[in-house]
């Protein structure tokens, strides 16, 4: 069974006290892997897709990695108002454009 | 301007009555969807309509009937509602559904409490 699994649950930070989220996926065929940022209250923000194994993309202090069985989020040097829940999703073979989720890190970064 | 935007925001009503969630996006996408969080934050797929043709219709009861009258809309009409519906719901949108697939761009969420 396809699934998706992130980690740490909940994850609290100092400010500039850098860390990584994980996102192991357990699916039969992988076509692509999306990191989505979403604030209380609020829908699911885009942040990035990764396609393949090695591929690395980065925006501002987030930079995420994928390996054949996980994708990281790392996030360099936080601040405050990067405290949010993070959400992996994964985009399966056979799957159409369906986004199967995996239950998000919740990310508080504190002063 | 929102991108998708769905209405009403908040929506509190008791069991057995029958209610409705707008959704418009003005992208220009021809794909939409319809995603439920429960109280533990999961979010999974119920509905997907690609150019007003449904093709994706998770394992969702009969109460629930998407509608979408043309590519910039996608309504969800509740009939009968219970106590486990009471969750948020959120319309996306994305640009094909193709091999390489697009990015799904989501609303705001309607937050619906049944009681």
């Known amino acids: 069974e396809d699934q998706v699994t992130q980690s740490p649950e909940a994850l609290r930070l100092q400010e500039g006290e850098s860390s990584s989220l994980n996102c192991s996926y357990t699916?039969?065929?992988?076509?692509?892997l999306f990191w989505y940022r979403q604030d209380p209250g609020k829908g699911p923000e885009f942040l990035f897709t990764?396609?393949?194994a090695g591929e690395e993309k980065e925006k501002e202090r987030l930079k995420a990695t994928l390996t054949k069985k996980e994708s990281f989020l790392h996030i360099t040097a936080p601040k405050p108002e990067d405290s949010a829940t993070y959400l992996c999703?994964?985009?399966?073979?056979?799957?159409?454009?369906?986004?199967?989720f995996g239950t998000g890190t919740q990310l508080k970064v504190e002063l | 301007d929102t991108a998708v935007s769905q209405t009403p925001k908040y929506l509190v009503t008791q069991m057995g009555n029958d209610k409705s969630i707008k959704c418009e996006q003005n992208?220009?996408?021809?794909?939409m969807y319809w995603y439920k969080q429960d109280s533990k934050k999961f979010l999974k797929i119920m509905f997907s309509?690609?150019?007003?043709?449904?093709?994706i219709n998770e394992t969702v009861p009969n109460r629930f009937s998407p509608k979408s009258p043309d590519k910039a809309h996608l309504n969800l009409h509740i009939n009968s509602l219970e106590l486990g519906d009471s969750a948020v719901y959120f319309c996306?949108?994305?640009?094909?559904?193709?091999?390489?697939?697009?990015?799904?761009?989501f609303g705001e969420g309607s937050w619906l409490t049944v009681v």
């Open positions: 309509y690609n150019n007003k043709e449904l093709i």
């Open positions: 999703a994964v985009r399966l073979t056979g799957g159409g454009n369906k986004l199967t």
């Open positions: 699916v039969s065929g992988l076509r692509g």
């Open positions: 992208l220009g996408h021809d794909t």
């Open positions: 990764l396609y393949s």
């Open positions: 996306a949108s994305s640009q094909g559904i193709g091999l390489s697939g697009n990015t799904i761009y």
